[in-house]
């Protein structure tokens, strides 16, 4: 039987690889899977999954608007469906993706953070949290050598933002990853 996995970590832990590695080991075995990025995320142009180790592939894009009950049917012959920047989604869409693993019975595996750079849940990792049937953090490391857990956001000059919308999208140059004392006290890398 099919489940909905959720694959969570702070940024630079490689959720991005993972998830194009998977999709290569179906597709190498004849196999189709369907892959998803959420279209707010444009930081290699809309549509594109990208590793930090330089390996990208074009996926198609999902919005608040997208139901995934009508893209994804079994007559799709899906072996998987693989999303990244799951924090993106909608609680409702999360709860589709759960009906996709049961009912049509396609494995679906979500890659995404799992809080914001304040520490506050987003709401599809929450629904994550809540329906998946497998959970497993990707772990990574702080600058200071401890795991890291958390996300923090800063400016140009490498100064932490405590303030702002939840969701500004960027990369290293916008976010680094730190345990949670870092985080806590505020260390500025």
Do not use: W
Request: proline share 3%.
């Amino acid at each position: 039987m099919a489940k909905l996995f959720f694959r969570y970590s702070a940024m630079n832990a490689g959720k991005s690889t993972s998830l194009l590695q998977i999709a290569y080991n179906y597709e190498e075995q004849g196999q189709r899977v369907a892959l998803f990025t959420a279209r707010i995320d444009d930081r290699n142009g809309v549509g594109s999954i990208a590793s930090r180790l330089g390996i990208e592939r074009q996926a198609d894009t999902f919005d608040e608007h997208t139901n995934f009950e009508d893209v994804l049917t079994p007559q799709h012959g899906l072996a998987c469906v693989l999303i990244d920047e799951s924090q993106f989604l909608q609680p409702a869409q999360v709860a589709q993706l759960h009906r996709i693993a049961h009912m049509a019975n396609i494995p679906t595996i979500c890659f995404g953070l799992r809080s914001d750079f304040q520490g506050k849940p987003f709401p599809g990792a929450a629904y994550l949290l809540t329906l998946a049937d497998d959970i497993e953090e990707i772990k990574t490391i702080c600058a200071c050598g401890r795991k890291a857990t958390m996300n923090v956001r800063v400016d140009e000059q490498g100064q932490r933002i405590r303030e702002g919308e939840q969701v500004v999208i960027g990369g290293n140059d916008r976010y680094q990853q730190t345990c949670a004392r870092c985080f806590y006290e505020g260390i500025n890398r």
